[in-house]
């Protein structure tokens, strides 16, 4: 059975609208790579905080520490799949929220 996801875009302060696809892309693409981390099963609402390098992640009203390497790469990811978007420069911040049900 298929959840239905909804996700939350904002970069630098600013709202990001995400048509289905991208709005799609985004919530299965973090919640891929989250799902991997210990302490992170069974997602039903996460938040991800980037700024300038530093990453918060809430899963489930839990924040989830990281180590340096999965930190690294959720970075990465995140930020270069976002940038691509239209609408988005430089980004010195991005919070993604995402509720699966």
Known sequence: MQRKLN?????????IELNPFAQEFLAR???GGISSLRGAENIRDLEL???RGDVKL??????LPLTPFPRDII????????????G??????LKISISAQ
């Open 7 to 15: 996700a939350d875009l904002t970069v630098n302060n600013q709202s």
């Open 29 to 31: 693409t973090v919640l």
């Open 49 to 51: 905080y980037v700024e």
């Open 58 to 63: 809430v899963v489930n009203g839990e924040e």
């Open 75 to 86: 970075t990465s990811t995140i930020v270069g799949l976002v940038s691509s978007l239209k």
């Open 88 to 93: 988005v420069g430089k980004i010195d911040s």
